[in-house]
T-cell receptor, first 111, second 116 residues
Framework: GNSVTQMEGPVTLSEEAFLTINCTYT??????LFWYVQYPGEGLQLLLK?????DKGSNKGFEATYRKETTSFHLEKGSVQVSDSAVYFC??????????FGDGTTLTVKP | GAVVSQHPSWVICKSGTSVKIECRSL??????MFWYRQFPKQSLMLMAT?????????EQGVEKDKFLINHASLTLSTLTVTSAHPEDSSFYIC????????????FGPGTRLLVL
């Protein structure tokens, strides 16, 4: 079956530090890949996505590249802010329509 | 952009009562809606997939008589937790997928249920 493995957290960084959250996946076929962000007490918001190999998704300074050869979709940001503190979920969608989520990584950015 | 709403955002109820949660796609038509459950500090667990006009498909281990799902229109799905017990307390999140195949899911803000 499909699965998503995320870097375990929590991750604590100082403001303006570089962020990487690793994500690897196992899937049949050619999934679309997503990063979602969840702020405390809220639902999930789509952060970025990529639908095919070598695509780069980007939004709000975050980016991730769909790497088929390494089955990875690592999330990066060059300079994090306190407001980036949240839980980040990596996920994949197949054409069957269901999503598979990673366990989430909690990011805390300190001033 | 696509917006999905949930109502209520918070509900507290007594053990044994039933609670209905609504999920609406506000500015697009959704052939498919998904219901998830999230425990504190954990990931989302898919409970069921709801298609407009047909019966919901439940994931293994989810009691369909306990969690009743109705997808009455292309913009509304409801989840009813019947005879709620304290262990049903959780954060319930819905998502909706647009008509176009392969479209992104759009998530609702979630409903926090506390059963006393």
């Amino acid at each position: 079956g499909n699965s998503v493995t995320q870097m375990e957290g929590p991750v604590t960084l100082s403001e303006e530090a570089f962020l990487t959250i690793n994500c690897t996946y196992t899937a049949t076929g050619y999934p679309s890949l997503f990063w979602y962000v969840q702020y405390p007490g809220e639902g999930l918001q789509l952060l970025l996505k990529a639908t095919k190999a070598d695509d780069k998704g980007s939004n709000k300074g975050f980016e991730a590249t769909y790497r088929k050869e390494t089955t990875s979709f690592h999330l990066e940001k060059g300079s994090v802010q306190v407001s980036d503190s949240a839980v980040y979920f990596c996920a994949l969608d197949t054409n069957a329509g269901k999503s598979t989520f990673g366990d989430g990584t909690t990011l805390t950015v300190k001033p | 952009g696509a917006v999905v709403s949930q109502h209520p955002s918070w509900v507290i109820c007594k053990s044994g009562t039933s609670v209905k949660i609504e999920c609406r796609s506000l500015d697009f038509q959704a052939t498919t809606m998904f219901w998830y459950r999230q425990f504190p500090k954990q990931s989302l667990m898919l409970m069921a997939t709801s298609n407009e006009g047909s019966k919901a498909t439940y994931e293994q281990g989810v009691e369909k008589d306990k969690f009743l799902i109705n997808h009455a229109s292309l913009t509304l799905s409801t989840l009813t937790v019947t005879s709620a017990h304290p262990e049903d307390s959780s954060f319930y999140i819905c998502s909706a997928r647009a008509l176009t195949v392969g479209e992104t899911q759009y998530f609702g803000p979630g409903t926090r249920l506390l059963v006393l």
